[in-house]
C-alpha cells in the first residue's frame, strides 16, 4: 500500500524530471533541430533549409545549446549529428512523430 505522501512525493519527482527535460529541450527549435538530426547527420546550411522559418542566428544559437548539453556534435566533415548519449532521444522523437501525424489528421478530418 503507498500512502498519500509517497504519491505526492513521486509526483514532485516526476515534475522535476519533466522540468530538467523541457529544461534543455524546451522551446520551438530544439526538438525539431533533434528530429532532424535523427535521420542523419546534417551541415548547418542543409539545416537551415529543411527547418523552414528558422534564422541563421537563431539556429546557430539552438545548435550551440544542444552541443553544451551533449545531445549533437560537429564531426570532421563540418556535419552536425546526435551523439550516443542523446540516441535515447530517438524512440521519444519517434513517439511525437507519430502523435503529430496522428493529430493532423484528426484536425484535418473536423475542417
Not at 81 to 107: F, N
Request: hydrophobic content about 40%; proline content about 3%.
Amino acid at each position: 500500500m503507498v500512502c498519500p505522501g509517497e504519491k505526492i512525493y513521486d509526483c514532485r519527482r516526476q515534475l522535476l524530471a519533466i522540468q530538467d527535460t523541457l529544461d534543455i529541450l524546451g522551446g520551438k527549435w530544439k526538438v525539431t533541430i533533434l528530429g532532424c538530426l535523427a535521420m542523419g547527420g546534417k551541415r548547418f546550411m542543409d539545416l537551415q533549409r529543411e527547418l523552414a522559418g528558422i534564422g541563421p542566428k537563431m539556429l546557430s544559437k539552438e545548435l550551440h545549446e544542444l552541443e553544451m548539453n551533449g545531445l549533437i556534435k560537429k564531426n570532421e566533415e563540418g556535419k552536425y549529428e546526435m551523439t550516443s548519449y542523446s540516441d535515447s532521444l530517438k524512440p521519444v522523437i519517434e513517439v511525437l512523430a507519430a502523435w503529430g501525424a496522428q493529430h493532423r489528421v484528426k484536425v484535418m478530418s473536423m475542417q
